[in-house]
């Protein structure tokens, strides 16, 4: 079982950035599909980005593609979330999700996701 932390998130003004770190302790990290989902408040849990367990392989929802950058260092037992050009849309509880299975079609599927982080705010003023 991987035990996930999240840190990083904030306030921050409309066009800036944040990046977001989730701390993994647990020997099968590198074994994993890492993924970031949201919730905002009222809304469903949704798919923000995934990477694969050698982090070659990444993911985006359409609405944050070009704008979030996942990456992950396996030497460290961490995966990052940079966020730039942020929208008061982007306000939300990010959450971090590990996944012990191969790089598939179900990697932006919250249901798949066998672990996850206690969630970190994000707050983004207009």
């Known amino acids: 079982q991987v035990q996930l932390v999240e840190s990083g998130g904030g306030l921050v003004q409309a066009g800036g950035s944040l990046r977001l770190s989730c701390a993994a302790s647990?020997?099968?990290?590198?074994?994993?599909?890492m993924g970031w989902f949201r919730q905002a408040p009222g809304k469903e849990r949704e798919f923000v980005a995934a990477?694969?367990?050698?982090?070659?392989?990444?993911d985006y929802a359409d609405s944050v593609k070009g704008r979030f950058a996942i990456s992950r260092d396996n030497a460290k037992n961490t995966v990052y979330l940079q966020m730039n050009s942020l929208k008061p849309d982007d306000t939300a509880v990010y959450y971090c999700?590990?996944?012990?299975?191969?790089?598939?079609?179900?990697?932006?599927?919250?249901?798949?996701?066998?672990?996850w982080g206690q969630g970190t705010q994000v707050t983004v003023s207009s």
């Open positions: 999700a590990a996944r012990r299975a191969p790089w598939d079609m179900m990697k932006n599927q919250a249901y798949a996701y066998d672990a």
């Open positions: 647990g020997r099968t990290f590198s074994s994993t599909t």
């Open positions: 990477a694969s367990w050698s982090g070659k392989l990444t």
